[in-house]
């Protein structure tokens, strides 16, 4: 079965501070992809990123930052010079590749970052 | 990516009766799913809507409960049947295309709270 584990339940730090939000993954199929997602108060999930289990190049986007290890089973996610606006719930998934296309997705507990002033 | 609506946005509702929640996107998808996400909590996938033929489910959700449609490649309805305050809940619909294949987006969500 698939499984993904976010530790970290809560973080908090002061603006401008870098973060890391931490994502292991369980699984036994060899083609998988990696997501993940924000979700702002207003409760939307916002996609962040895909990557598929062949790629581990490390991705920048702007001040956020994504390190895939695959011998750690690893997916982890780094703000640079954190804002209050990223105060959110982070969601890492894992999809399912035998549905065909598009995938079904299992989710992390999600990680809260409370960014403050 | 896809622009996806979802109607309710909201909804308080009493015990014993039902609600249904409609998924409207703006394009063409593969795709259709609906999630719940309990108070706190992280989500979890209640079925795969599929154009034309019965939904699947997943383990502990059951057609009675939460009986879904989809008519056309962009519409989609879940009903909540039954309620009880344990299906308190945010409810989402989620879409996907064939390419790019597993990039999955969701709607704002229809927040229901069961009295």
């Known amino acids: 079965a698939q499984k993904v584990t976010q530790a970290q339940t809560e973080i908090s730090v002061v603006e401008k501070e870098d973060v890391t939000l931490d994502c292991v993954y369980e699984t036994r199929d060899t083609t998988y992809y990696l997501f993940w997602y924000k979700q702002p108060p207003s409760g939307e999930l916002v996609f962040l990123i895909r990557?598929?289990?062949?790629?581990?190049q490390n991705e920048i986007s702007g001040r956020y930052s994504w390190n895939f290890q695959k011998s750690t089973s690893s997916f982890n996610f780094t703000i640079t010079a954190s804002q209050v606006v990223d105060s959110a719930v982070y969601f890492c998934?894992?999809?399912?590749?035998?549905?065909?296309?598009?995938?079904?997705?299992?989710f992390g507990t999600g990680t809260r970052l409370q960014v403050t002033l | 990516s896809a622009v996806i609506s979802q109607k309710p946005s909201r909804d308080i509702c009493q015990r014993g009766t039902s609600l249904t929640i409609q998924c409207q996107v703006d394009s063409q998808v593969t795709m259709m799913f609906w999630y719940r996400q309990q108070p706190g909590q992280s989500l979890t996938l209640i079925a795969t809507?599929?154009?034309?033929?019965?939904?699947?489910?997943e383990s502990g959700f059951v057609i009675d409960k939460f009986p879904i449609s989809r008519p056309n490649l962009t519409f989609s309805t879940l009903t909540v049947s039954n309620m009880s305050p344990e299906d308190s809940s945010i409810y989402l619909c989620?879409?996907?295309?064939?390419?790019?294949?597993?990039?999955?987006?969701f709607g704002p969500g229809t927040r229901l709270t069961v009295t």
């Open positions: 998934a894992l999809s399912d590749p035998n549905t065909g296309t598009a995938s079904k997705l299992t």
């Open positions: 990557r598929n289990s062949f790629d581990e």
């Open positions: 989620s879409v996907a295309r064939a390419v790019p294949a597993y990039e999955q987006y």
């Open positions: 809507a599929n154009q034309g033929s019965e939904a699947t489910y």
